[in-house]
């Protein structure tokens, strides 16, 4: 898990002005064949992080979920959802599973993405500390250890750091510090005060660590995990996209019915994330599917959430609506329903 800035990123692309065309007869016209462009090469597909959430993606790959819906898709793990959404607008991938928080940074910036699914709708992670940390104001003076600086544990701490009236970087350094278990082990040697972390009871018991802010548990709405894709890549691939929700549900359906078989599946790609001695049903538990919207719509409150911290220091984001940055359209056809909320449109 690589470094992503949190400065403003160079995007470095051309912005597209494709809109979402009315073409729902097309697409019903479309959807039993193969789209003309999986055919040329395979559906590629990002996580912007290996997790246990993001692993719906290998569960729907070697589960013959992806294969059932006539797609031959590439997984691919990258660094983080900025590098996610910079792959995206150049073309590098089709599809990725990321964080809507940095989509609406790539839209405000020129970009012309959207989410058709939301996944995870709330915050993911959790700050844990040393148990010498007794209070949140204790973090004052003291350093956080992220993952991926800009990302969307990054703008957890800030959530959580507005609501204990502490200032970001002010009040509290950030670092970034790479994957879990090298976070964890520097906050467990005192490297830092606090980090990032899903781990689970039974991990941060073995290390003498603590929830100081359970920020799931807050229930603030906010883009965690989205389906998300070039405005023209869905454009032109309708039937694709509705073929790949089609895939995605069943694979998250077999994720939350089949435990044993999943954690198989998951345990092939996420061994190094989750160590040898970690229980593996207790991050299933945690961390996996228990975690998902089902149906997986886009949640327009947890887009208001970014929208509102960037407001303060982006006008763009002032004047946006959120909207703007995801359309529902493929989710109700791949799922039968009425067209809801959510153009997508700007």
């Not at 910079?86 to 910036?109: E, R, S």
């Not at 058709?116 to 350093?143: C, E, M, W």
């Not at 701490?157 to 950030?174: C, F, I, M, N």
């Amino acid at each position: 898990m690589a470094r992503e800035s949190r400065k403003t990123h160079d995007w470095m692309m051309t912005p597209s002005i494709t809109r979402f065309p009315r073409f729902a007869v097309l697409a019903t016209l479309l959807l039993p064949f193969a789209d003309a462009r999986a055919a040329d090469r395979p559906l590629r597909v990002g996580m912007a992080i290996p997790s246990y959430a993001h692993g719906v993606l290998w569960i729907a790959k070697d589960g013959g979920h992806f294969k059932n819906n006539r797609i031959d898709a590439e997984v691919l793990v990258l660094q983080g959802s900025a590098d996610a959404m910079k792959l995206l607008i150049a073309g590098k991938v089709d599809v990725v599973l990321a964080g809507g928080d940095a989509l609406i940074k790539a839209d405000l910036a020129g970009a012309d993405l959207a989410a058709f699914a939301g996944i995870v709708n709330t915050f993911y992670h959790r700050i844990v500390s040393r148990k010498d940390v007794l209070q949140p104001s204790d973090l004052r003076n003291k350093t956080i250890g992220l993952p991926i600086l800009g990302g969307p544990q990054d703008m957890a701490v800030q959530v959580a750091l507005k609501r204990w009236g502490l200032s970001y970087e002010t009040d509290v350094k950030v670092r970034n510090m790479g994957a879990e278990y090298a976070r964890l082990g520097a906050v467990h040697r005192g490297l830092v005060d606090a980090v990032t972390s899903d781990a689970t009871p039974g991990t941060l018991a073995k290390l003498d660590l603590k929830v100081l802010g359970d920020v799931p548990s807050w229930n603030t709405p906010f883009p965690y995990m989205m389906a998300a894709a070039r405005r023209e890549f869905l454009d032109k691939n309708a039937a694709l996209a509705e073929s790949f929700l089609s895939s995605l549900l069943e694979a998250m359906e077999y994720y939350r019915t089949h435990e044993k078989e999943s954690l198989a599946i998951l345990a092939k790609h996420l061994s190094a994330e989750s160590g040898a001695d970690v229980d593996t049903s207790e991050l299933y538990r945690q961390n996996g599917p228990a975690t998902f919207t089902i149906p997986p719509y886009p949640d327009p409150a947890g887009f208001k959430t970014v929208l509102d911290f960037l407001a303060e220091k982006n006008p763009k984001a002032a004047k946006a609506r959120p909207e703007d940055f995801f359309t529902n359209a493929f989710l109700d056809r791949a799922t039968g329903r009425r067209s809801t909320a959510g153009s997508g449109g700007k």
